[in-house]
């Protein structure tokens, strides 16, 4: 039967195809799985323990010719990787089950043992290759510009959220004091260990913190160029420093010279191609590329799985810290909102400087690649930090009301076991313990009617019981 058409009526509605319906489909259950009250959680520790993996691996291909080398075991320094990650993974599960009370008071003592022991690396540190960046402690070879990178944030974080809580941070100098000083400090006691990377992960915390404390514009400008100055000048009084930068622009000119890193780097990135020659199978790491396990390790991750395998990389370090950002957005705590950008700030800027001097835009620099370059210090810090970041993605709203449903987790229970109620138990539920809840009792109550200003909790005080004053002086 024909359809008749009338003149001027609406065209009816197209069918749905089963393709777009699917499509619908897909998309709804993927937004609804994002709104869950732990997604956070999972992919900050999903893609945490992915990378660590990955470094794992990507540790024992590059150092098997060094290892054999200087040891005569393939596995010498993998096997000092593996330790420090079994050391990390009992302390990220212990900072994800602790509460942000906790974290706020360690940042204050973190800080002042992080500077003593910066300032005894600079006097009687460990150098290699020039640089004095490790302390020998009872025969344990650290690097101590590690830890004091999450002793700075906890610590900035500590000093801001009491800040705002006490809304004092309307004048520039609340914001920079002493934030500023104890920035100021760490960088100039890495600088004098030519470490000039780690001071910038320090300074990009550092303006990380007050762009999301909504410092100024005129104010964050400012301090953007103060840290841009400083690393002018250190790049200027070094001359192995300024030749980094003179062969960034034209590294063939001297490519069995200071450019030979960055040469075979490239090397490395161009062998790969899309899918790379295959694990274990690298060249590069036949000692052509220096520090292949460490400042180089996506150079190798590039040869072995190619161009697939260094996206892939690149997009898990993108969830992680799109999911700490997500974290810093919905926290309602000051404190946990400064902690959380503060840990994907100093990641980021960390992912971002490696990568860059591999790739070639950047000059070469001895920070790692998080989670995935040989080194312990780094590895088991970025490991608590994680921790921390899994412990604040607790805090949100709805994954904190999951959490009270489930009841007190076994590391509460201890702390209640211990006589720590007040750690264990949640901020908001503490009433004045906090200092937020310390400055709800300092502001002054409503006035009630008259002749009730002044009660008892079960209601207002008779007259013949109030207290006289005592006129006397």
């Known amino acids: 039967m024909a359809t008749t058409v009338v003149p001027g009526a609406a065209a009816p509605p197209r069918a749905r195809t089963a393709t777009g319906s699917r499509e619908r489909v897909l998309w709804r259950e993927w937004a609804r799985s994002l709104d869950r009250p732990l997604t956070s959680y999972y992919l900050i520790l999903g893609t945490a323990v992915l990378l660590i993996a990955l470094g794992l691996v990507m540790v024992l291909s590059s150092t098997m010719v060094k290892s054999i080398t200087e040891t005569g075991s393939s596995f010498s320094l993998f096997q000092k990787q593996l330790v420090s990650a079994i050391v990390g993974l009992p302390l990220m599960i212990l900072a994800s089950h602790l509460p942000q009370q906790v974290f706020r008071l360690v940042g204050y003592p973190a800080m002042i043992v992080s500077a003593a022991l910066l300032l005894l690396t600079v006097f009687q540190g460990v150098e290699v290759n020039g640089a004095t960046r490790w302390l020998d402690i009872g025969g344990l070879v650290v690097q101590p510009s590690e830890p004091a990178k999450l002793a700075f944030v906890l610590w900035g974080a500590a000093i801001l959220a009491r800040k705002e809580e006490l809304k004092e941070l309307t004048e520039w100098r609340h914001l920079l004091f002493p934030l500023l000083p104890g920035c100021g400090l760490l960088v100039m006691l890495v600088l004098l260990g030519s470490n000039l ?201 709805q994954a904190r009301k999951a959490l009270a449903a489930r009841g007190p987790g076994r590391v509460q229970r201890a702390l209640s076991w211990l006589g720590l109620e007040n750690l264990a138990t949640p901020a908001q539920n503490r009433g004045g313990a906090t200092p937020s809840g310390r400055i709800a009792a300092r502001r002054p109550r409503k006035p009630g009617p008259r002749g009730d200003r002044s009660k008892h909790r079960n209601g207002p005080v008779p007259a013949g019981d109030r207290p006289r004053r005592n006129l006397r002086r």
């Open 197 to 397: 990377s780690t001071a910038l992960v320090f300074l990009t915390t550092f303006l990380g913190l007050l762009w999301v404390v909504g410092a100024p514009g005129k104010l964050f400008v400012a301090m953007f160029g103060l840290v841009l100055g400083l690393a002018v000048m250190a790049i200027a009084v070094e001359p192995y420093r300024m030749t980094r930068v003179t062969t960034l622009f034209d590294p063939n000119a001297d490519p069995q010279g200071p450019a030979m890193q960055s040469v075979h780097g490239l090397y490395a990135l161009g062998t790969g191609g899309i899918f790379g020659v295959g694990i274990g199978a690298s060249r590069e790491k036949w000692g052509f590329l220096p520090f292949a396990e460490s400042d180089f390790v996506f150079a190798i991750i590039g040869e072995e799985f190619g161009l697939v395998g260094t996206l892939l990389v690149i997009a898990l370090f993108g969830v992680l810290c799109g999911a700490g950002l997500r974290v810093a957005g919905r926290v309602k705590e000051p404190f946990a909102r400064l902690t959380a950008f503060a840990v994907v700030t100093w990641i980021m800027a960390q992912t971002m400087i490696n990568i860059g001097a591999v790739i070639g835009l950047l000059p070469v620099t001895g920070v790692p690649l998080p989670l995935v370059s040989y080194g312990g210090s780094s590895l088991i810090t970025t490991m608590v930090a994680l921790g921390v970041l899994l412990s604040l993605a607790k805090e949100e709203p």
